[in-house]
């Protein structure tokens, strides 16, 4: 499986940005997906987490109100729409999946396929 982010970019604080994660090669027939963030000299966070029909939604409490997380099965991208932007948002952005269970995890190791990366960068 090949996830490819994109939609990071510079915004100021208030602003609002998208992100997308197009999934390709083998396909599950149930399935997580999640975003997670990494701030320069901190772990790997949990963002927000969906299942593959879209029924169960998660979020980290930081973020919960200003995110949400969608997916397109026809197009097997997840979405992530982030408003009311803060500077402590800032981070590279990692969208992952595990093909192999239904629970969305808040565990980085509770997945086995990720994507590269995009930048996030919100200025104040």
């Known amino acids: 499986v090949q996830l490819q982010a994109s939609g990071g970019g510079l915004v100021q604080a208030g602003g609002s940005l998208g992100l997308s994660c197009a999934a390709s090669?083998?396909?599950?027939?149930?399935?997580?997906m999640a975003w997670f963030r990494q701030a320069p000299g901190k772990e790997r966070e949990f963002v927000a987490g969906?299942?593959?029909?879209?029924?169960?939604?998660y979020y980290a409490d930081s973020v919960k109100g200003r995110f949400t997380i969608s997916g397109d099965n026809a197009k097997n991208t997840v979405y992530l729409q982030m408003n009311s932007l803060k500077p402590e948002d800032t981070a590279v952005y990692y969208c992952?999946?595990?093909?192999?269970?239904?629970?969305?995890?808040?565990?980085?190791?509770?997945?086995?396929?990720w994507g590269h990366g995009t930048q996030v960068t919100v200025s104040s």
């Open positions: 992952a999946t595990n093909g192999f269970t239904d629970l969305v995890s808040f565990v980085t190791t509770d997945y086995n396929y």
């Open positions: 969906i299942n593959w029909n879209g029924v169960r939604t």
């Open positions: 090669g083998r396909t599950f027939s149930s399935y997580i």
